[in-house]
């Protein structure tokens, strides 16, 4: 078992949807999760993070914690074209010497 | 503006050949990484340092090396004995190690030729 798991997609959604895009992780110690938006050919960008239980609101961006499923996801409103890229889910495991773990991320992409 | 700055931005090496990929930041972070992603794979740690002068090797560091003299900057020397280096290399930081984000250079590619 992946200790970051996501789905490779493509997920494609029409603009203006809601993008849904799911991560699970294995470690249940672990504290600190975090999004980001890949470009292609580009380096990672932080849009998200998220420590506690529940929702974190960022303009369009909704992240979802629920540690007890080990689950984390990120809502896109109002899905632009601008948004298609590969979303990077990123987990702090204690297991891991406290470092940050990547899923190997899923590709959105959004039809005008 | 504060920030992580890795050149070249493309690298092209020859078979037998050591290359070396500078990162530097001015963000005053103690803890600096390097990552290799391969087309359509997620990020593999190569080195981490959380302190200047001490550095640990990551999941894939057979063929690399890195110094931490100072703290602005990391560089990774790709040796001769990685036999498969044409990748994306991306440096990142953090204030240190634990429930902080990382923040990321623009990335080299390198090529073997």
């Known amino acids: 078992q992946k200790e970051v798991e996501q789905n490779s997609g493509p997920l494609s959604v029409p603009e203006g949807a809601i993008a849904s895009l799911n991560c699970t992780y294995s470690?249940?110690?672990?504290?600190?999760f975090f999004w980001y938006r890949q470009y292609s050919g580009k380096s990672p960008e932080l849009i998200m993070s998220?420590?506690?239980?529940g929702d974190k609101e960022d303009g369009r961006f909704t992240a979802q914690l629920n540690k007890a499923s080990q689950y984390v996801s990120l809502l896109i409103r109002d899905s632009q074209p601008s948004d298609s890229a590969t979303y990077l889910c990123?987990?702090?495991?204690?297991?891991?010497?406290?470092?940050?773990?990547f899923g190997a991320g899923t590709i959105l992409r959004v039809k005008s | 503006d504060g920030g992580i700055t890795q050149s070249p931005k493309y690298l092209f090496r020859k078979e037998g050949q050591n290359v070396t990929l500078s990162c530097e930041q001015n963000?005053?972070?103690?803890?600096m990484y390097w990552y290799r992603q391969d087309p359509g794979q997620g990020l593999r740690l190569i080195y981490y340092?959380?302190?200047?002068?001490?550095?640990q090797k990551g999941d894939i560091a057979e063929g690399y090396s890195v110094s931490r003299e100072k703290k602005e900057s990391f560089p990774l020397t790709v040796t001769s004995a990685q036999k498969n280096p044409t990748a994306f290399y991306l440096c990142a930081s953090s204030i240190r190690t634990g429930d902080y984000g990382y923040t990321f250079g623009s990335g080299t590619r390198l090529t073997v030729v």
């Open positions: 470690d249940r110690g672990s504290q600190s």
């Open positions: 998220i420590y506690s239980n």
């Open positions: 340092s959380q302190i200047v002068n001490d550095f």
């Open positions: 990123a987990v702090n495991l204690e297991g891991y010497g406290n470092k940050l773990v």
């Open positions: 963000l005053n972070h103690d803890a």
